[in-house]
T-cell receptor, first 110, second 115 residues
C-alpha cells in the first residue's frame, strides 16, 4: 500500500535558520512526488514536484527537495527561512490517487 | 486562467441532514479529486472523477458520493451527516493527460460544520 510519512509535526525556527523537513514514502512503482504548502487562510499550493531526471528539484520561494530513491525519501530544504514561510507543509505521493502526509506546521520567529 | 472554485465556502448543518458541495475545475482540466481535511486525520482522499466517471475511491463510507458533469464540474454529496463529518472539503483539478500532468490545483475549500 502507498503511504507518506512526515517526521516532524511541528517545527519552530528563527529567521535565517536552515530548514529541512523529512518525508518518506512507500511505493514500489514509478513515483511522482510533491511538496505543497498551505499558508494561513490560503489555498494549498504547489511548492515543487519530482517526476524524473535530476533528483534535486528547485521550487518557488527558494525551496528545494532531494529525491533519494534508496532511502525512499523526498526531503524539503531551504537554506534560510523567513517569517513569511510560516505555514503547513505537505509531502504528497502522486499517482492514480494522491496520498498526502500528515503535514508539518512550521512557525518562523521574527 | 481562473482557479478552482468551490461553493459554498461555509456551511452549517445538523446531524442527519445531507449536503451537496460544488467544485468548478480550471478550464480544460478533466480530473477532479475531493479531499477531506481535519486536524486529526490530515488530508484524506475521497474520490477522483475523470470524464464523468469515478476513477479512484478512498476509504470513506457510502454516505459520501460524488458525480461529475460533462463540463467537468463536480459535486460531492454527504448523506446522513455525522458530527465527525465536520471538516474542510477540498477539491483539486488536474489535466491528467500524462504522468507529468497530474499536478493538482486546489480550491479554497468548503468548511462544513455539523451540529
Amino acid at each position: 500500500a502507498q503511504s507518506v510519512s512526515q517526521h516532524n509535526h511541528h517545527v519552530i525556527l528563527s529567521e535565517a535558520a536552515s530548514l529541512e523537513l523529512g518525508c518518506n514514502y512507500s511505493y514500489g512503482g514509478t513515483v511522482n512526488l510533491f511538496w505543497y504548502v498551505q499558508y494561513p487562510g490560503q489555498h494549498l499550493q504547489l511548492l515543487l514536484k519530482y517526476f524524473s531526471g535530476d533528483p534535486l528539484v528547485k521550487g518557488i520561494k527558494g525551496f528545494e527537495a532531494e529525491f533519494i530513491k534508496s532511502k525512499f525519501s523526498f526531503n524539503l530544504r531551504k537554506p534560510s527561512v523567513q517569517w513569511s514561510d510560516t505555514a503547513e507543509y505537505f509531502c504528497a505521493l502522486g499517482g492514480f490517487k494522491t496520498i498526502f502526509g500528515a503535514g508539518t506546521r512550521l512557525f518562523v520567529k521574527a | 486562467k481562473a482557479g478552482v472554485t468551490q461553493t459554498p465556502r461555509y456551511l452549517i448543518k445538523t446531524r442527519g441532514q445531507q449536503v451537496t458541495l460544488s467544485c468548478s475545475p480550471i478550464s480544460g482540466h478533466r480530473s477532479v479529486s475531493w479531499y477531506q481535511q481535519t486536524p486529526g486525520q490530515g488530508l484524506q482522499f475521497l474520490f477522483e472523477y475523470f470524464s464523468e466517471t469515478q476513477r479512484n475511491k478512498g476509504n470513506f463510507p457510502g454516505r459520501f458520493s460524488g458525480r461529475q458533469f460533462s463540463n467537468s464540474r463536480s459535486e460531492m454529496n454527504v448523506s446522513t451527516l455525522e458530527l465527525g463529518d465536520s471538516a474542510l472539503y477540498l477539491c483539486a483539478s488536474s489535466s491528467r493527460g500524462t504522468r507529468e500532468n497530474n499536478e493538482q490545483f486546489f480550491g479554497p475549500g468548503t468548511r462544513l460544520t455539523v451540529l
